[in-house]
C-alpha cells in the first residue's frame, strides 16, 4: 500500500512492517506525513505475528523536518498535537521501531527517528535540532535526546541548532550503528534476533525496557507542549524566527 507521503508493506513473511517516507528529497513531517504514519502503525500494533518496524526513506535524506508553515501561531496547536501522539505513539510501540538514516535528519524528521527503539545511520548522516535557529525550541526532542545521550550533549544540540555526523551519533549513543547501508544493516540486526524469537515473548522485552521511560516522556511532552504554545509562541522572537524562515530573510531579532 502507498499513499502520497509514506509507502507500507510487509517483509519477512509478513514479520517485518516496512514503512518508507516517500516525498523526496526533503520527505517533511507535515500534518499528512504525520497522519500516515500514526494509521500505518496503529494498524499494524495488534498483530501478532508482527516482530518489528522498519521506517527507512526514498531519496538521499531522511527528512529535512517538519513544516515551518505549519509551525505558524495559527497551525502549531494541531501539528504538535499530531505529531507528539505519533511521538508517543512509537515511544510505547509494542515491538521494536528500527529508523535507518542517511543524508539530512533534521528537526521534527529526527524528532521521529529518536522515538524509535534502534537507529542505523551513514557515516555521512547530519543530524540535528535547527529549531533555535528559527526562534523556536524542539519539543520533543528536549524530552528525547536526554534519554538517549548525555545531558551535557543534549543540551548542546539542542542549544547550538548544530549537526551532527552519523559517527557522532553512534559515539554519543542516538545511533545503535553505523553503516554505508543502514538499511541493510538494520535488515540485518531483524533477521539475526526479533526474527528468530517469540513475538510475544518480544513484546514482554521490549516493555520491560521501556518501563519508567515512557512515563517520562508522556510527562515531559505535555508540560513542553504547554510551554511551547502558551509560552514560546507568545514571544515577538518566535514569530518572527518562522516569519523571517518562510519569507526567505535574516531573521531581527528584538530578544522579547
Not at 95 to 101: D, T
Not at 164 to 178: M, S
Not at 193 to 204: I, T, V
Not at 221 to 245: K, P, Q, R, S
Amino acid at each position: 500500500m502507498a499513499d502520497s507521503a509514506l509507502k507500507v508493506w510487509r517483509d519477512r513473511d509478513g514479520k517485518l512492517l516496512r514503512l518508507r517516507l516517500s516525498r523526496p528529497k526533503a520527505n517533511i513531517v507535515d500534518a499528512e506525513m504525520i497522519a500516515a504514519l500514526t494509521k500505518a502503525l496503529a494498524e499494524a500494533s495488534s498483530d501478532i505475528h508482527v516482530k518489528a518496524v522498519l521506517i527507512d526513506h526514498e531519496g538521499p535524506h531522511f527528512s529535512f523536518g517538519a513544516s515551518v508553515p505549519e509551525h505558524m501561531p495559527d497551525q502549531c496547536a494541531a501539528m504538535l498535537k499530531g505529531l507528539h501522539a505519533l511521538i508517543i505513539a512509537m515511544v510505547e510501540y509494542p515491538v521494536p521501531i528500527l529508523v535507518s538514516v542517511r543524508g539530512q535528519c533534521l528537526g521534527g524528521g529526527l524528532e521521529v527517528a529518536l522515538a524509535g527503539h534502534m537507529m542505523f545511520v551513514a557515516p555521512d548522516a547530519k543530524l540535528g535540532q535547527p529549531e533555535i535557529i528559527l526562534g523556536v525550541f524542539a519539543p520533543a526532542a528536549s524530552c528525547l535526546l536526554p534519554e538517549r545521550m548525555p545531558r551535557v550533549a543534549a543540551e548542546d544540540l539542542l542549544y547550538s541548532g548544530r549537526s551532527i555526523t552519523g559517527e557522532d551519533a553512534l559515539r554519543l549513543g542516538i545511533a545503535n550503528a553505523v553503516a554505508d547501508e543502514p538499511e541493510a544493516a538494520a535488515l540485518a540486526w531483524f533477521d539475526a534476533g526479533p526474527a528468530k524469537h517469540s513475538a510475544s515473548s518480544l513484546r514482554f522485552a521490549v516493555k520491560a525496557a521501556r518501563l519508567g521511560m515512557n512515563e517520562r516522556v508522556k510527562a515531559k511532552i505535555a508540560a513542553v507542549e504547554e510551554l511551547y504554545l502558551n509560552g514560546l509562541m507568545a514571544t515577538f522572537d518566535a514569530v518572527e524566527g518562522l516569519n523571517a524562515f518562510v519569507e526567505k530573510r535574516a531573521a531581527l531579532w528584538e530578544d522579547r
